[in-house]
């Protein structure tokens, strides 16, 4: 059956599905048929088809082979460990987005448009870090910058910040999850080796953990956001810093639950009161 003796309304009803299920967006321009029968194995010639006596094999190569290093899956902890001593290497917030614009290690990073690394002013005196790029960010490069960014720019502008002057703003990966979906496990641990780095080069005064996925990553918590917001902790990274952080609700739920919003704001003027007090200090 091809597609053009499909009722239109089926078809309708098939891409709500896929929508519904978190299918949004087409990623590449020929729709590929997995069911379709496997070309068969190319034929490997066998040893009764040379017509010509084979030669000797040698006892010993008279050059070793080259080291050849297997590809390493992407779901492997080589490549967290990759992603480490990468990052380690980096003295700069410019090198280590380059780093991050170079690295192939992250299946995410095959599926998206762009490499979202950071918008705001790098050494702000505050850092925020959010979950993952969503369609609009992927499309333009820049975290935050859809509906719910719109949302966190007007909370920290009832502040007296924007992320023109006085925020930094990142994510915990560097590249949209496909349909939005949680990234996996690995995919986390291998772009958090970037951002724990990206932490330390920017040396912000105050964390902004915004969301639960952020928060636990960040943090190596298993505590969820409902207990982990509001309430002040310590980020220890690996250089030594520590960082005051402030875990809140991800402005995606306050769209979703306005009721939550007085939470977020208790945790706005938090963020406002700490400032003045490591202004004084
Ligand atoms: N949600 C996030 O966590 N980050 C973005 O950049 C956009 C939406």
């Given at each position: ?206 964390l ?25 902790t310590?980020l ?7 960082v005051p952080t402030m ?35």
């Amino acid at each position: 059956m091809n597609a053009a003796s499909i009722p239109h309304a089926d078809l309708a009803a098939l891409l709500k599905w896929y929508v519904d299920h978190g299918l949004d967006e087409a990623i590449g321009e020929e729709a590929v048929d997995r069911f379709a029968a496997l070309p068969p194995p190319a034929a490997v010639p066998s040893p009764a088809a040379h017509s010509q006596p084979m030669a000797p094999t040698p006892i010993r190569a008279s050059t070793p082979p080259p080291a050849v290093r297997a590809p390493v899956p992407l779901e492997s902890p080589q490549l967290v460990e990759d992603a480490r001593e990468l990052a380690r290497r980096c003295a700069t917030i410019a090198e280590l987005e380059e780093a991050v614009r170079a690295f192939e290690g992250c299946a995410l990073k095959r599926t998206a448009k762009n490499t979202v690394f950071a918008d705001g002013v790098p050494g702000a005196p505050v850092m925020v870090v959010g979950e993952a790029p969503g369609a609009d960010e992927d499309r333009l490069g820049k975290p935050f910058v859809g509906v719910s960014g719109q949302l966190m720019d007007r909370m920290f502008d009832a502040i007296g910040m924007s992320r023109e002057r006085d925020l930094y703003i990142t994510n915990i990966l560097f590249w949209r999850p496909p349909g939005n979906r949680t990234p996996t496990l690995a995919e986390q641990a291998i772009c958090l080796a970037f951002t724990r780095r990206h932490i330390e080069l920017a040396r912000p005064k105050l964390l902004v953990l915004a969301g639960g996925t952020a928060a636990k990553a960040v943090l190596d918590t298993t505590e969820g956001i409902m207990r982990l917001r509001g309430k002040w902790t310590t980020l220890k990274l690996d250089d030594g810093t520590e960082v005051p952080t402030m875990p809140t609700f991800h402005p995606a739920y306050l769209l979703r639950t306005p009721a939550s919003k007085r939470q977020s704001w208790l945790d706005l003027l938090a963020i406002e009161q700490k400032l003045r007090e490591l202004a004084v200090q």
